[in-house]
């Protein structure tokens, strides 16, 4: 079965620092990966994904993610915080099957400040 | 451009109340999901559809039953709920292959008193 750890429920960083939210996952087969933002009382929306094409996969708002088989991780980046940013971040582990069936990991709360 | 709608937004139930959540996306994708998320637990999969004609049970099915009315339309019924089930509901939809994202719906507010 798939799961996805995310470690640190929340973190706080300074606007202008670099933002790393972590995910590792496990899995008994290749992974496609993803990273979402929920913004306060919306839905999510995708960030990025990783379907095995690059391990240094590139999102929207200047963040990225690194597809490390070894460390089984996949890590959000991005080196420049923006109060813009504050918002939940949720990664994902796609299962096998017909319907592409995510497993989320608990979130990780981003605060931003001055 | 909708993407997948719900409605309603916000609702507010006694236990021992019925309820049908609704869900509808226009991108023409073949799977549709239900989840729900509630503080510090993620979200979890209650139902899904992998096309039009067919539901399969997700992590948390217990107390909740699902229609998939058209390829568009994906509803999501509480028969008799318990203060248990309030939570923030969200739909979601995808082309269907394991490398296509899911998008999601707005979110249906649920409070069961």
């Known amino acids: 079965a798939q799961s996805v750890t995310q470690l640190g429920s929340h973190v706080s960083v300074s606007e202008g620092a670099l933002v790393l939210l972590r995910c590792n996952y496990s899995?008994?087969?290749?992974?496609?990966l993803f990273w979402y933002v929920q913004y306060p009382n919306q839905g999510l929306q995708l960030l990025l994904k990783?379907?095995?094409?690059?391990?240094l996969v590139k999102g929207i708002n200047g963040f990225e993610a690194e597809f490390k088989k070894s460390e089984t991780s996949f890590h959000l980046t991005k080196p420049s915080a923006h109060m813009s940013d504050a918002a939940e971040y949720f990664c994902a582990v796609s299962t096998t099957g017909t319907a592409s069936k995510l497993t989320f990991g608990t979130g990780t709360r981003l605060q931003v400040t001055l | 451009n909708a993407g997948v709608t719900q409605t309603p937004k916000f609702q507010v139930l006694k236990t021992g109340q019925s309820m049908t959540l609704q869900c509808a996306q226009d991108?023409?994708?073949?799977?549709m999901y239900w989840y729900r998320q509630d503080p510090g637990m993620g979200l979890r999969l209650i139902y899904y559809?992998?096309?039009?004609?067919?539901?399969d049970k997700g992590e948390v099915p217990n107390g909740y039953n699902v229609s998939r009315l058209n390829k568009r339309e994906f509803s999501l019924r509480l028969e008799s709920a318990a203060p248990s089930q309030t939570s923030v509901y969200f739909c979601?939809?995808?082309?269907?292959?394991?490398?296509?994202?899911?998008?999601f719906g707005d979110g249906t507010r649920l409070s069961i008193l």
């Open positions: 559809s992998a096309s039009e004609g067919t539901t």
């Open positions: 979601a939809s995808s082309g269907g292959p394991l490398n296509q994202p899911q998008h």
């Open positions: 990783y379907t095995s094409a690059a391990t």
């Open positions: 991108m023409n994708h073949n799977s």
């Open positions: 899995s008994s087969v290749p992974p496609y």
